[in-house]
Nanobody, 127 residues
Framework: RSSCRRLGGGLVQAGDSLRLTCAAS????????VGWFRQAPGKEREFVAA????????YYTDSVKGRFTISRDNAKGTGTLQMNSLKPEDTAIYYC????????????????????WGKGTLVTVSS
């Protein structure tokens, strides 16, 4: 059974850094797009970042560009989201997810393109 297991999360202060890691139990991990989403209280789930293995291309939502870095380790089957200069508005439940490698670029920003999800982890940034 395919799954993602997330590690990390917690309470930090504004300006701090935090790293989230997702360990996937899938065959041929390198064929998948690794994505991160977040859902703040009272808001819809939103795209944060994605990493397509083919071409090593990364994608970010504008609000995290320059602060967050997505990476992956295909040998270990893990995806990581390094979050720096955290802001209170980054407070949310963060989810890692996998989408088929055939997912077209425009669809990678949609949660519906991802068929394997990890349980969310809460990140709270205090001001």
């Amino acid at each position: 059974r395919s799954s993602c297991r997330r590690l990390g999360g917690g309470l930090v202060q504004a300006g701090d850094s935090l790293r989230l890691t997702c360990a996937a139990s899938v065959q041929d991990f390198r064929s998948y797009v690794v994505g991160w989403f977040r859902q703040a209280p009272g808001k819809e789930r939103e795209f944060v970042a994605a990493f397509r293995n083919r071409g090593g291309t990364t994608y970010y939502t504008d609000s995290v560009k320059g602060r967050f870095t997505i990476s992956r380790d295909n040998a270990k089957g893990t995806g990581t989201l390094q979050m720096n200069s955290l802001k209170p508005e980054d407070t949310a439940i963060y989810y890692c997810a996998l989408a088929p490698g055939s997912t077209i670029t425009s669809s990678m920003y949609s949660a519906r393109s991802y068929n394997i999800w990890g349980k969310g982890t809460l990140v709270t940034v205090s001001s």
